[in-house]
Structures are given as C-alpha cells and as structure tokens.
C-alpha cells in the first residue's frame, strides 16, 4: 500500500471559518472522503487534533499497524491532520491513532465525522460514500406548509428497535423494513409527523440511542446510511414529515469516542463542574470552543441537508442552560455576572438556530426544555432562543396526574387540569406523552388510568380528546395509540397482539379518527400558538368537574365547542354559555360506541337560547356523555 500523500479539501477561507467557529458545512471537508488524485483512487482523510504529535490512520488496509500511514498537520495552526491514502477502498475500516504532545498518551479513535460505523459491539469507523437519488421532491417543495407553525402537527414517537421486531429471526426490523411496515402504519393512523428517538450510531443499547458516538452515521443495528434514507424518502412519499432527536448536551465517555480525544480536553469542557454530567456519567460540550460549535452545528445541519430531515427536537436543553443543573451548592461555578446560566451554551443554541432557519426555513426545532427559562420558542432577534417548539413539561405532568385520580376526588384538583392555560400562550409548545412517561415504574399510560376495564379506556380517549382540543402541537409515544398495558422495554416489540382484544383495537381506531379530526379541524390547529385561538367558556365547574371551551381557527364559521366530562356520570341538560345564537352540532364524540363507548351522544343539532350564562348573552342545554370529551360546531 502507497503511503500518505499530501491533499486536502480545506481552502483557507475554511480554515478560518472553522477557527471563528462559522463553518456549517464541516462534513463536507472532516472525515473519510472517496477521491481520485493523479488518475488514482483512494481516500483523503482528515481529522482534527490540536494536541497530537502524531496521527495515524490504522485499519484492515495496513493490518491495523501504528505508523504505516501517518497523515500530515497543516502548517496554519488549525490542528487539522490531513492527507491521501491511494488504493483504499469504499467499505475499508478505520480508526485513527493518536499520539498526543505527552508521549505517554496514546488514544485510539473512531472518526468523529464517520458517514458509517460498524455494527456494535466493534467500534471501528467505515469509509462510504452513501449518495442516493431521493424521489421526494413533492414533499420537499410543500414542506413548508406541512411543517408551519399553523398546520396540524400530530407526531409519532418511535424507537426504532423496540417499534416492532421480527418475530422468526428475533432482530431488529432494518430501514428497509420498516420503510414498508412503519409508514404505511403512521399514515394509515392519520399521523403528520414521525419522530424518531436517536438514529445516530451508539454503543449501548440501554442508552436508547442518547449517548452518541456516531455522529454523522445512522445506526448500523438497522442498515446501511442509503437505505435509512429510502426510509425517509417513503416517508416523504407519503406525506409524513420526519424529525430526527439530536442530542448536543453530552456524550459517553467511551474509548473510541469524543471524549480525551487528542489526549487532552478536546471536545468537553476541561472543569469538571462544566464538563461532567453526574447524573448520565457523561462528558459535556466546551460550548465555548469555536472548532467544537462548528462541529455541532455542522452535524445539525448535517441531517438536514443529507437526510431531508424535517425537523430536530433537541434533547435535554434544561441541562445547557444551567451551570447548576443538577448539582449541589459547591458542585458548580456561577458565570461572569454571578448568575447561574451557562451564557456559552446559550449563545451555542442561538447561533445553532440562526443557521438553522437561515438555511432551512422550512423545517422546525423543538426543544425538550423543562424549566422557566423565557424565550426558548421566540425569535433570536427578538432575545429568545429561536427553537420553533418547546415540549410542554408542566402540562404532561399535570394531566397525568390528573388523570391517575378517582374522579370521585377530580373537584378537589380542577386547577390542575387548567392551569396550564394560564401560560398556554407563552411559548409555542408542544404537548408530549412521550417515552420517558412509560418507564422506570411509572407504568403504561393506559394502567395510569382509574376504575374498571371500561372506565380505563374511556380515561384514556378523555385525555386524548382533551390533549388534542387544547392549544398547541401533539406527540404519543408509540404502543399508546392501542393501550400498551406494559411498561415499554427497549429490548422487545410492543404488545401487537392486544389488537385482537375489542377494547384495543377500538382506542387505535378512536386515534386515528382524532388525528383525522384534528388535521381537518382548522380551529384546532390554525391559531394554536395565540390568544386569539382560545376562549374559556368554563374553568371552575369543580363540582361537576366539567371544563368547556372555544377552540377558534381563521375564520369564526369554523370554530368549535368543546366540553369536557371528567367523570363517569351522565350529565343531562348540562347548560354551557355562548357567544352568540343559532344551534350547536355533535361534530365528534369520544363515546361513540365504534370507540368502545357507551354511544350517548347528542344526535339532534341543540338550539341556542338567548339567556345568560358562564358570563356569556346565549346559552345552549346538552348532554354529557360520561368520561368523554364532546366537540360541536356552532352553526347559525
């Protein structure tokens, strides 16, 4: 094998870019690159190691011997090892070994900017060229109005190994697979978006996907890089938008990835109480470090230009933010101003959605943010922190909490299903029942629910009929769409089998007609981040513990009534107050019997009356199904 002849895809203009932290684009120039020098094919190779005195690239082309090809540092103080290795071929592995200023430190390393790893256990990167020719340019063209802060936006969480598995071989479903099985299932269910948990390669299963090593490389466990693409491109093809969870608040400390790097603090902070994050036994981001900002935001943008991802939701964004996060008095150091935000991290987020919405005005952030923090959804020009979304934390702890009661014991906690509203309009949030609400003994979310077999079900249509009539965008971690009654185990499919039970299969059928629903209910999903989307009929019927309210779209003919029965009692001749006369049409109904109802219902259309009520000059009489929300339109 030739040795390492000098090249490079880097120009000066991306150096200093990459020194200012502004290169975006560093995939295009970091990492393996299939290349043609002097009429000889081979791969170019770089890599960034300021604190090296010597980088080899070792693997099965050189048996795997320190020395053989030994790349070559740039002369401009970047740090950057380079050079071309004729004859190396697509599907070769590699790693790269380092030997740092201090003599004794000797790390062996994956390439951070891999485009493909090899199958866990082994660690070893993979040289690949994954081009593809995408079909979904339909989609792409329209994407900005499936994904607009005022379209329906109902999404599926999915953990790709645990989704589904095949049952004969006892392995997981591949990309090609699932892009038959997964897609035809989220369309059929009327679902807008899918979100998977992290696709990016990871070494350890438990982890589920959120301690990356592989950055730039879908997981091996399900295929190869082109064929996670045809499961985006079905996807596509199939008007199903697709966000990919990103995970830029930390990394495992495995000996093959980020952390140590050149043998010294490369990627992580170097203080402790910056770097380490106790609760995950993980390293954090130097936030602060212009080379490590571009590599992150680079990998953000990665997905969205190479893999037509719709969106990213950010994992753990509270973590950023505070320097204390989960640490004692002691374990932390304020900022410059004596404060406890993480000001680096936070100008990181800013300038990772600035390139973002710059780039790709048409996809959307969302954070998993779970404190006070203000602005995480508004605009950086405005002081906010740009995300598009923010997971609405308090909501799902207050509603499921809610719902766990015995509705004889609901009266005494009415504020508890209501406040939310009281900041509903703060931020544009997005109301999750995601994964981490059916773990470590929190149980299913349907064996969170009270009473009888019936009154379980009937709970758990309530809360989706109240979830998607409130303010704001939706997402369901799978198997709660048919009532998992397990917990979700990571290592095993989802209960598929209960669809053979009646109750299961008519909640999976009640599901998909609430995503249709909604998708076709403009009032629902139109002004669902503004005031102007929402008014309070009635908050404070404790006794009854009945709540109603105006959902309203662009145009007032299409708004809708929704009351909200919390418990099992049939109310008759229930009085709510209106804005206006005319009459009031049963338009949805989650005890209908096709959902496994009762089937009480109001089948005529109910004349609204001029007599004050609930502060309003009209009022109308209607029946209440029990543990059922009832939507209505308001006709003249």
């Known amino acids: 094998m030739a040795q390492v002849k000098p090249y490079s895809l880097f120009t000066d203009f991306d ?6 932290g502004k290169h975006y684009r560093l995939y295009e120039k970091f990492g393996s690159h299939l290349v043609t020098v002097d009429g000889i094919d081979g791969v170019y190779f770089a ?124 392995r997981f479903l591949s990309y090609f697979e699932l892009a038959d099985d997964l897609v035809t299932y989220v369309k059929d269910m009327n679902f807008t978006h899918v979100e998977l948990m992290p696709i990016m390669e990871f070494p350890y299963d438990p982890s589920w996907g959120y301690q990356l090593t592989g950055y730039f490389a879908p997981s091996s466990r399900f295929g190869y890089p082109e064929e996670f693409k045809y499961l985006v491109d079905k996807l596509h093809q199939n008007d199903i938008g ?53 590599f992150l935001i680079s990998n953000a943008v990665f997905w969205l230009d190479q893999y037509h991802a719709d969106g990213l939701r950010v994992d753990a964004v509270a973590s ?51 404190t006070a923090f203000p602005g995480v959804s508004k605009p950086v020009f405005l002081g906010g922190l740009g995300f598009g979304m923010k997971w609405m934390m308090g909501w799902m702890h207050d509603t499921l909490e809610y719902f766990g009661k015995d509705p004889v014991y609901r009266k005494f906690h009415q504020n508890d299903i209501t406040f939310s509203l009281a900041y509903a309009f703060t931020e544009n949030f997005m109301l999750p029942l995601s994964h981490d609400e059916v773990v470590y003994g929190k149980n299913s979310i349907l064996g969170r629910m009270p009473g009888d077999e019936w009154q379980r079900f009937a709970n758990l249509r309530l809360l989706y009929g109240y979830m998607f009539t409130h303010p704001g965008t939706k997402l369901l971690f799978m198997g709660s769409e048919f009532g998992q009654y397990n917990e979700w185990n990571f290592q095993e499919s989802l209960d598929w089998n209960l669809l053979e039970f009646e109750p299961h299969k008519n909640l999976q059928n009640y ?64 009085r709510i107050g209106l804005p206006n006369k005319g009459k ?53």
């Open 15 to 20: 150096i200093n870019l990459f020194k200012a």
């Open 47 to 170: 890599v960034w190691a300021p604190s090296a005195k010597q980088v080899s690239v070792i693997g099965d082309f050189n048996y795997w011997l320190e020395g053989e090809h030994q790349l070559n540092v740039r002369w401009d103080h970047s740090g950057i090892w380079e050079g071309f290795i004729p004859l190396v071929e697509k599907g070769s592995t590699y790693k790269y070994k380092i030997q740092s200023n201090n003599n004794d430190i000797k790390t062996e390393k994956a390439d951070p900017y891999a485009r493909r790893c090899e199958h866990p256990p082994n660690t070893a990167s993979i040289v690949w060229d994954d081009s593809y020719s995408w079909k979904d340019k339909s989609w792409m063209k329209k994407r900005k109005k499936n994904n607009a802060l005022d379209a329906p936006y109902s999404v599926y969480e999915v953990h790709l190994g645990s989704w589904k598995r095949h049952l004969e071989e006892d």
């Open 242 to 294: 697709i966000i990919l969870d990103w995970v830029p608040s930390h990394f495992p400390e495995d000996a093959h990835g980020l952390g140590f790097f050149d043998g010294s603090n490369l990627y992580e902070h170097p203080d402790k109480k910056r770097g380490y994050h106790q609760d995950w036994k993980s390293l954090i981001f130097n936030y602060g470090r212009n080379e490590v900002k571009s």
């Open 320 to 370: 950023m933010l505070f320097l204390d996060y989960s640490r004692e008095e002691g374990e932390w150091d304020p900022n410059i101003h004596g404060g406890r935000e993480n000001l680096e991290a936070i100008a990181f987020l800013k300038e990772l959605n600035e390139e973002i919405y710059s780039s790709f005005p048409d996809v959307q952030t969302i954070a998993e943010e779970s």
């Open 511 to 574: 599901y998909k007609e609430l995503n249709a629903f909604y998708k076709s209910t403009g009032a629902l999903h139109e002004k669902g981040f503004s005031e102007d989307g929402f008014e309070w009929i009635s908050f404070d019927d404790h006794e009854n513990c009945v709540i109603s309210y105006i959902r309203k779209g662009k145009k007032p003919e299409n708004n809708v009534v929704v009351v909200c029965n919390m418990t099992p009692t049939l109310r008759e001749n229930y």
């Open 584 to 636: 009031l049409e049963e338009v949805f109904n989650s005890d209908a019997k096709d959902f496994g109802g009762s089937g009480v219902s109001n089948k005529k259309p109910v004349t609204i009356k001029k007599q004050a009520w609930n502060g309003k000059d009209y009022s109308a009489e209607i029946t209440l199904a029990p543990l059922a929300v009832t939507i209505f339109k308001m006709n003249k």
